[in-house]
């Protein structure tokens, strides 16, 4: 079985076609501090920190400011854009879903990411890449790659007829209950330990390998099958931020090619906060 969507290219395809007219590389890391450290010649940064998100409100920035954003980068219209980042892509996963949603196209992710690249010992540089500015044309959102919080609860009558399903992608014990956060990571407030009723625990990294690439397709099948998890069904991702369920909707909707499948960007720290909204534990303190 090979991948649904030709959406991979790998770290040996990048090195051949460096410096290509029409081939831009974005690099997006969770450590916004890396890309100065060291980036493949020719790649810009995308801080998905300041650049994706709205400074005031808790939502995206608009199309326009997506295409503002692709301009100031020197990215045009046909422009085949790579993303690539650290964490076995997490945030390369991020932007390539945020990107999707806000209805750019031509994107790929470098499979294994920045930590095969450098892995592997291949070229990079600390010079700024020059940047032409470039009028990204207007872009029109993809509302069916994102869900919201009343879609989810709405969600949940689906799931319990076997018609839907709901894929947690955190960790056993954020699952559980036991812990709201990932290990070494700052506590964000959330009122509330647990899972969304009827999720399955199907964590991001079981569809990675040890190197950062993504597992093959027939694994991958299985993996989510085996959890019920099958492309008949409407499926919504989720984790605490969106970037973790960002990996797994990549694996879901471009390398299986589930038709119908949403990243629930509020994911944990909204749902877990929320007045009125079930959750369901599988830990006891006592």
């Not at 051949?16 to 974005?26: A, V």
């Not at 994107?107 to 294994?112: A, D, H, R, V």
């Not at 559980?176 to 009122?191: D, R």
């Not at 409407?234 to 390398?255: K, N």
């Amino acid at each position: 079985m090979e991948y649904a969507k030709d959406v991979l290219v790998s770290t040996e395809w990048v090195a051949q076609n460096l410096n290509k007219d029409g081939i831009r590389l974005i690099e997006v890391d969770e450590d916004i501090l890396l890309y100065d450290t060291g980036h493949i010649p020719g790649a810009v940064k995308l801080d998905w920190q300041t650049d994706l998100w709205h400074p005031v409100e808790r939502d995206f920035i608009t199309p326009d400011k997506v295409s503002e954003l692709l301009g100031r980068l020197g990215i045009g219209a046909d422009d085949q854009i790579i993303l690539y980042g650290d964490k076995s892509n997490w945030w390369a996963s991020y932007a390539y879903w945020f990107l999707s949603y806000s209805g750019v196209k031509n994107l790929k992710l470098m499979n294994g990411g920045r930590q095969k690249w450098m892995a592997e010992g291949r070229e990079t540089t600390t010079d700024a890449t020059p940047v032409q500015a470039s009028e990204y044309p207007a872009l029109t959102r993809d509302d069916s790659l994102r869900a919201y919080r009343d879609e989810v609860k709405a969600h949940l009558s689906a799931v319990q007829e076997g018609k839907g399903a709901l894929v947690d992608v955190r960790s056993p014990d954020e699952f559980s209950g036991k812990v709201t956060h990932m290990a070494n990571y700052p506590q964000e407030g959330v009122l509330r330990g647990g899972h969304i009723p009827g999720a399955r625990s199907i964590p991001w990294a079981k569809a990675t390998n040890e190197d950062g690439t993504f597992k093959s397709a027939d694994e991958l099948k299985a993996l989510y099958e085996g959890e019920g998890v099958t492309a008949d069904k409407a499926v919504i991702a989720y984790c605490r931020i969106a970037e973790r369920s960002s990996h797994s909707w990549f694996v879901l909707r471009e390398l299986l090619g589930y038709p119908n499948v949403r990243n629930y960007d509020g994911s944990w720290t909204e749902w877990g906060n929320a007045v009125g909204m079930p959750i369901e534990k599988s830990y006891s303190e006592s």
